[in-house]
């Protein structure tokens, strides 16, 4: 069945230093969004990615799609206080089951 | 536009007894799903309800059913409580589906003991 790994599981920056998360698949994706949980918090929709190679950003935040549609990876320049939290990657895959990737939790020190 | 909002926020149950929860969506969404977050777990999808059917499914037991009202609000139920059941509670709306952006709800922290 497909799997979903993110990696790393937990990054621990300085402020102002990059980021990057990376969510990988076994199999080809449909497509692929991308949530954000603060602490004690919701997930909250960030992004949707759905052609290959695709690439979107969002200010500070760099979303991407692989070529075969296998991965994705979003990146945060310049990190900031306000990026603390876990990132999710959620996948469709052929199942059509929607699986949410194991995140990770990323912490700024100021 | 108000938000996703769940019923009750933190519940305590016993082993063996069973629990309603409660969703209610963004109006005009018609989708609504459940996922259950667990520290050792991460985040797993229950159930999706569109328009008052069960559209999907993810890989829990039978103890685990939900519905979905002509209003889009959304109960979920949990049968016969293990301790394995304590999680927190989410779910998310959204006007076609899971595979759309969803917006979640603050969810029901519920403890088993």
């Known amino acids: 069945g497909q799997q979903v790994m993110q990696i790393p599981q937990y990054q621990h920056v300085q402020e102002g230093e990059d980021f990057t998360t990376y969510c990988n698949s076994s199999t080809t994706l449909s497509n692929i969004q991308w949530y954000k949980q603060r602490p004690g918090g919701h997930p909250v929709f960030l992004i949707q990615l759905v052609k290959s190679g695709e690439v979107k950003k969002q200010k500070r935040l760099t979303f991407q799609f692989g070529e075969a549609k296998k991965n994705s990876s979003l990146h945060i320049t310049a990190t900031q206080t306000t990026d603390v939290g876990t990132y999710f990657c959620?996948?469709?895959?052929?199942?059509?089951?929607?699986?949410f990737g194991t995140g990770t939790l990323l912490a700024v020190q100021p | 536009k108000a938000g996703v909002t769940q019923t009750p926020r933190y519940l305590i149950k016993t082993r063996g007894q069973q629990v309603t929860l409660s969703c209610s969506p963004i109006s005009g969404h018609r989708s609504v799903s459940w996922y259950q977050q667990t520290p050792g777990q991460g985040l797993q999808f229950l159930f999706e309800?569109?328009?008052?059917?069960?559209?999907n499914k993810g890989n829990f037991p039978g103890r685990f059913s939900g519905r979905q009202f002509s209003n889009s609000r959304s109960e979920m139920n949990v049968s016969t409580l293990e301790l394995g059941d304590s999680a927190l509670y989410l779910c998310?709306?959204?006007?076609?589906?899971?595979?759309?952006?969803?917006?979640f709800g603050p969810g029901t922290r519920l403890t088993v003991t």
């Open positions: 309800y569109f328009s008052e059917t069960q559209r």
């Open positions: 998310a709306s959204s006007l076609e589906g899971v595979y759309y952006e969803q917006y």
């Open positions: 959620a996948p469709r895959g052929a199942t059509n089951k929607l699986i």
